[in-house]
């Protein structure tokens, strides 16, 4: 531990650290051509975590897979704008993968930043013309076979279990399959099943759809709802009721009930992580898992997912990018963030053997391995004066990019 770390502890000293790794590497990726300025730019704009993790890989690799996110974040965007009538979104969505080979097309929806990436997606269609023949194979398949179940679920509720695990395929499993092909088309991995390909997006969606309960259901014009009524009608009537504070008790059941179905994907994540040769690929995917267990960790048992955001906080997400370069650093993480998981289970919640089984696996797996080592990761906020870490972060960054620069 350095100075800093010292200090202010293991956060603050990650924060520092990620804050100038984040600065340099803008700067490796930094573009003359104005279609891939623009590539990086707006990733950077509608999701610097996924940002900062993409510029783990190397240059050609990095290329396809900023253009991958970028393609289906703009999919993505198209089905999220409920403004869009039925009988015109359909129709793009089906379409789209035919779309990414024509330059001039062009589509405006959606909000804030993702409508800039809509209102100038020609740029991203410019990079994506530029990309190896393997790649663009790749990237259309999926665009075009997630396209259609996005489509699909725009005429179809979420209603079990089953049609849950349908929708997230399409939304985030098929993300998790189309990168497997990327990786193989660089050269750098074999090419996984698919069965874990999809689980590695299934479990991030799942955490994600159950944290973001609140925007999601306040969505105007319409309400979004993923929550599968298999699950949410054994508590409430109407989903939305979940968010009175008067079914507390009932939402977090509920809640918990969400994040045990999810926790069945953690074997198969780290089944495909250990499998993967490449050091930089295994940082790019692994980073995104352990924040999402994080996350599981954060949001079970946690009411306040019904009152409000609940994220990790940035010095824990710091921690997990800069502490997270090996296969030992992600069974240590795995079985950290289970355990804290396993603390908050109430033996009197309907589905706590389920949970505690699931938990006990993804520990058992982990010590299995042989790798384990001590973090010390914490979900509770730090004691030490925020103000005064932020202070002293841009101090330092400051004197740090002062010194390259006079280099």
Known sequence: MGVVGALLGPEAEALVRLRAAAWWLRREVAADDE??????????????????????????????????????????????????????????????????????????????????????????????????????????EITRRMGAGMAKFICKEVETVDDYDEYCHYVAGLVGIGLSRLFHAA???????????????????????????????????????????????????????????????????????????GLIHTEDCLRYMSALKDITVLRFCAIPQVMALATYALCYNNVNVFRGVVKLRRGLTARIINETNSMADVYAAFYEFSSLLAEKIDDNDPNAS??????????????????????????????????MIMMLLLLLVAIFLGALYRR
């Not at 289906?72 to 704008?81: I, K, S, Y």
């Not at 089984?357 to 520990?363: G, L, P, Q, T, Y």
């Open 35 to 140: 279609h891939w300025a623009f590539a990086y730019s707006m990733l950077h704009r509608v999701s610097r975590s996924f940002a900062i993790v993409i510029q783990q890989l190397g240059p050609d690799l990095r290329n396809a897979v900023c253009v991958f996110y970028l393609v289906l974040r703009a999919l993505d965007t198209v089905e999220d704008d409920t403004s869009i009538p039925t009988e015109i979104k359909v129709p793009i969505l089906q379409e789209f993968h035919r779309h990414i080979y024509n330059h001039d097309w062009h589509f405006s929806c959606g909000t804030k930043d993702c409508k800039i990436l809509m209102d100038k997606f020609h740029y991203v269609l410019t990079a994506f013309l530029e990309l190896g023949s393997g790649y663009q194979e790749a990237i259309e």
């Open 187 to 261: 050269g750098l991995e074999d090419l996984a099943p698919e069965s874990l390909s999809n689980s590695m997006g299934l479990f991030l969606q799942k955490v994600n759809i159950t944290r973001d309960y609140l925007e999601d259901i306040n969505e105007i014009p319409k309400s979004r709802m993923f929550w599968p009524r298999e699950i949410w009608s054994k508590y409430v009537d109407k989903l939305e009721d979940l968010k009175y504070e008067n079914n507390s008790v009932k939402a977090v059941k509920c809640l918990n009930e969400m994040m045990t179905n």
């Open 354 to 387: 389920l949970t505690r089984k699931r938990v006990n696996a993804i520990k058992e797996t982990c010590k299995s391995s042989g790798l384990l080592k001590r973090r010390g990761y914490d979900l509770d906020r730090p004691k030490r004066n925020p103000a």
